[in-house]
């Protein structure tokens, strides 16, 4: 991404973070999903659409559970953990082809999954299975990053970041409330969007210079 957008996408995600701070704003949840718009207008300037079509799905449907989340954090957010699930396959779609399995990595996810799930699960009640279904989505999609053939330190800090931003979601709703938590979900969640389609980019972009 060129540095002004580079700048543009960080002003937003930083104008977003403060004013929600503040409170309640005027159209808060089209203000939340402008730093996406503009990775969105980032991938069709780079290519076709068709060429990134996984990609820009996986933009659309996290911009999607933003705006649920935004508009009804409480009645909506099982429809928001849908549309976030759904944004994660589609990534994983994005990371195609893979070059193989890294099966020792399976048990830090593993025992990672574990260790938040004991913390949750007193307070997760009717939605156990929705929550179980949604970790297995996210870790897929993070574990994913490691054995797509375009891995890259970008594509695999952003699957991090992703977790770590829904694993504060999770801890919060679920478990107890966390100091600042608002803050450091939507920090590292716009830092694992802008990660996640860095790296799909960057590595397209080495690929067509050996070409």
Known sequence: MPLLLNMLYVALAAAYLWLDAGGDIPLH??????????LSGWVLRVAPVRQHLP??????FSMLG???LALDGQRLFVFG???????HLWYLLAMRPFAGHRPLLLLPYALFAA???TLMWPGLGAM?????GYISVILSMSYG???S???NAWLIGGGLLFISSDCLIGLNRFWQPLPGAGLWIMLSYYAAQYALVRGLLTQQAAARRQD
């Open 55 to 60: 990609l820009l799905a996986a933009l659309a």
């Open 128 to 132: 156990a299975v929705p929550v179980l």
């Open 145 to 147: 990053t490691w054995c």
């Open 115 to 117: 260790g938040v799930l």
């Open 66 to 68: 933003d705006v649920l």
């Open 81 to 87: 953990l849908g549309a976030f699930l759904l944004a």
């Open 149 to 151: 053939s375009r891995r």
């Open 29 to 38: 949840f089209l203000l939340k999903i402008l730093p996406l718009l503009l």
